[in-house]
């Protein structure tokens, strides 16, 4: 298992920018997956974008594509999202997520929710 912790979230102006964190306290030998998911109000919650935690492999939803950039940093165990151009329809909050091989395909992780391991407690991003 692992734990995960977000922030970053908050306040912003239509086309401004935020950088999303998250801190996992390990991975384990099958974390092979870590993903930004997001629940806008009175909707489901989607898949924002993914990485492969092996090769730093990406996978983003079309909507946030050019504008949303995911990363890691496997030394301190954090995943980054950051956000620019934000616009009202990005308002939601946003969870971290930690998956295994079961989320794979084809060299990336996919962006449903499938079999999700261990999610964080969300961060709140407004924009308006």
């Known amino acids: 298992h692992v734990q995960l912790v977000e922030s970053g979230g908050g306040l912003v102006q239509p086309g401004g920018s935020l950088r999303l964190s998250c801190a996992a306290s390990?991975?384990?030998?099958?974390?092979?997956?870590m993903g930004w998911f997001r629940q806008a109000p009175g909707k489901e919650r989607e898949g924002v974008a993914t990485?492969?935690?092996?090769?730093?492999?990406?996978y983003y939803i079309d909507s946030v594509k050019g504008r949303f950039t995911i990363s890691q940093d496997n030394a301190k165990n954090m995943i980054y999202l950051q956000m620019n151009n934000l616009n009202p329809e990005d308002t939601a909050v946003y969870y971290c997520?930690?998956?295994?091989?079961?989320?794979?395909?084809?060299?990336?992780?996919?962006?449903?929710?499938?079999?999700?391991?261990?999610w964080g407690q969300g961060t709140q991003v407004t924009v308006s």
């Open positions: 990485i492969y935690t092996g090769d730093d492999s990406t």
């Open positions: 390990a991975y384990t030998d099958s974390t092979y997956c």
């Open positions: 997520a930690a998956g295994g091989p079961s989320e794979l395909l084809m060299g990336f992780c996919t962006l449903a929710q499938g079999e999700y391991n261990d």
